[in-house]
């Protein structure tokens, strides 16, 4: 049993926790894995779902229901993420990404996909001994489908339902009283350059700014290696020491407005206070957090970038 949860590195109590229940088969209607995301919540479902939807989970999982449950076509697992409201159609953010759609607002799981999953669960499983439902970013839930899904969790049926959000805050106290939690903790070095081996991002190992910034997060180290690729490296050089004369500073956010893409500057705003703390240029970092506010209001970003870069570089004179 414990080699379904093999590919799971650093999350002792998490496994220990979900294998006990299928051992002495305690498993609960509904599951909250919080913690941090990059810390192996997604990967931890699939490896729980193998063992939920096996007929035995005491023997072999076979490759076949594996590769199944990993190409997303088993008949009694429904997989759940947020969503976009495109066209009429509901697309992903993986989705919108191919497409190339760019939107202000995050995803969300909406009405409609609880509504989706109450008709999943209405009927028995066709292969399984129970069906498993795994809604991600369960914390991107509209407060109609929260509350939707509340009346599905309080008759499940034969089902187990997998929530997957940061922290049990971040959910409807009434959703979370009806979940058994499992914890997720932020990973610690050794564990972080295992997983950052085994997936190929060996050259992340060379960037400490960047397993800084991921603070115990493979998932996050790696989403912040994409970000620092989709800024030129002259660019990040001249944000890290800024320009000493105005015409600089301007120039300077007018290349930041033209060069990044909206998400890309909110990135920057991470990385540059990580670089300005460990410069000791602490007075900067409020104006930092004063532009995330701004750009996340949708102020004119060349605007915010030209008053902030000009704040920041006489905070860091005197």
């Known amino acids: 049993m414990l080699s379904s949860f093999a590919p799971l590195i650093g999350q002792t109590q998490a496994v220990e926790l979900l294998s006990r229940a299928v051992l002495l088969d305690r498993i609960a209607p509904a599951y909250l894995f919080a913690g941090t995301p990059g810390t192996g919540r997604g990967l931890a479902a699939r490896c729980f779902a193998e063992l939920l939807l096996a007929r035995d989970p005491r023997e072999e999982i076979s490759p076949t229901l594996r590769q199944r449950i990993q190409q997303g076509n088993h008949p009694d697992l429904l997989w759940v993420e947020p969503t976009y409201l495109h066209q009429g159609k509901l697309i992903s953010a993986a989705e919108a990404a191919e497409l190339g759609i760019k939107r202000r607002t995050p995803p969300e799981i909406r009405i409609g996909q609880i509504r989706e999953v109450s008709r999943f669960l209405s009927r028995p499983p066709l292969e399984a001994p129970r069906s498993v439902v795994v809604l991600e970013q369960a914390d991107s839930m509209t407060e109609a489908a929260a509350n939707s899904l509340l009346k599905t969790l309080e008759e499940p049926g034969a089902a187990t339902l997998i929530l997957i959000a940061p922290s049990p805050d971040s959910l409807l106290p009434t959703l979370v ?20 081996r085994q997936t190929g991002q060996t050259e992340l190992l060379e960037h400490p700014e960047i397993l800084a910034l991921a603070q115990g997060s493979p998932g996050e180290a ?34 930041v407005d033209q060069t990044l893409e909206s998400d890309t500057q909110l990135w920057l705003l991470d990385y540059l206070q990580h670089c300005y703390w460990q410069q000791g ?29 000009l704040q920041i570089s006489q905070a860091g004179s005197t």
């Open 177 to 196: 009283s009806r979940c058994q939690r499992i914890p997720f903790q932020r990973l610690d070095q050794f564990a972080m350059v295992q997983i950052l």
């Open 222 to 255: 790696i989403t912040h290696w994409h970000y620092l690729q989709n800024v030129p490296p002259e660019l990040l050089h001249q944000l890290v020491q800024l320009p000493t004369s105005l015409r600089g500073i301007l120039d300077l956010a007018r290349q």
């Open 281 to 309: 240029q602490s007075a900067r970092l409020p104006l930092l957090e004063n532009a995330r506010r701004y750009l996340r209001q949708y102020v004119q970003p060349r605007l915010v970038w030209e008053v902030s870069l």
